[in-house]
């Protein structure tokens, strides 16, 4: 007999929590692109962390952490770090019938990040929020636990090897540009042995930036 998938609603298998505190542990972030990391393992982050980390929210590996504010834009994903988050997100203890690395990429997915954008609240995109009462309605499909394994594994490996040939474009890409500006030294050198020294001025029309 094949087994049928489930679709219930996110209120199922999803408990919000609010645990405060803890303002000694680390400060996690929540990327579109990146899930949930710490924010100090991220250089392009510019919001300023309070002084004050009363509020903040305890989140432990495997809790679902939401940026209330742009999770219409895919920021949410489930945590493999311990840590504290703003007040501002929403963080969820996730039901044992749910595998959390197959409902992190499950909620990350075009589909369900659609979904959220649908039920965002606001008068313009920047004031969009997805509150719980909304999320809770959200309907998944959930297949028995070892099928959301195999899918999660996976997913899991497809996004390693697809890093991984990112890796090695952008490698061969500075190759590429380390060649352009050994290729300059040597017209440049060539050039100082046949005409001596070279003004600036004589091979450039304007400097754009610094």
Not at 35 to 46: A, E, I, L, T
Not at 170 to 180: F, N
Not at 194 to 199: L, N, Q, T, V
Request: glycine residues 6%; aromatic residues 8%; hydrophobic residues 35%.
């Amino acid at each position: 007999m094949k087994n049928q998938a489930l679709e219930i609603p996110l209120r199922y298998v999803l408990r919000p929590t609010e645990r405060t505190g803890f303002e000694t542990s680390q400060v996690l972030s929540v990327y579109r692109d990146h899930g949930v990391v710490p924010k100090s393992s991220r250089s392009d982050n510019y919001n300023k962390t309070p002084i004050d980390l009363s509020r903040y929210q305890l989140v432990q590996a495997g809790d679902l952490v939401v940026n209330k504010m742009k999770a219409w834009q895919g920021s949410l994903g489930v945590s493999d770090h311990e840590g504290i988050v703003s007040p501002d997100y929403l963080v969820c203890k996730i039901g044992g019938q749910v595998h959390p690395p197959y409902l992190h990429h499950l909620l990350r997915s075009a589909p369900l990040i659609a979904d959220f954008k649908s039920r965002s609240k606001g008068i313009r995109p920047a004031q969009w929020r997805l509150y719980w009462e909304d999320l809770a309605q959200v309907r998944v499909n959930l297949p028995l636990i070892e099928e959301q394994r195999r899918i999660a594994d996976f997913l899991d490996a497809e996004a390693t090897r697809i890093d991984s040939l990112a890796a090695k474009q952008s490698s061969q890409s500075q190759l590429l540009a380390d060649r352009d500006v050994s290729d300059l030294s040597e017209v440049y050198q060539n050039l100082m042995q046949e005409y001596g020294a070279i003004r600036l001025r004589h091979i450039l029309v304007r400097i754009e930036q610094g």
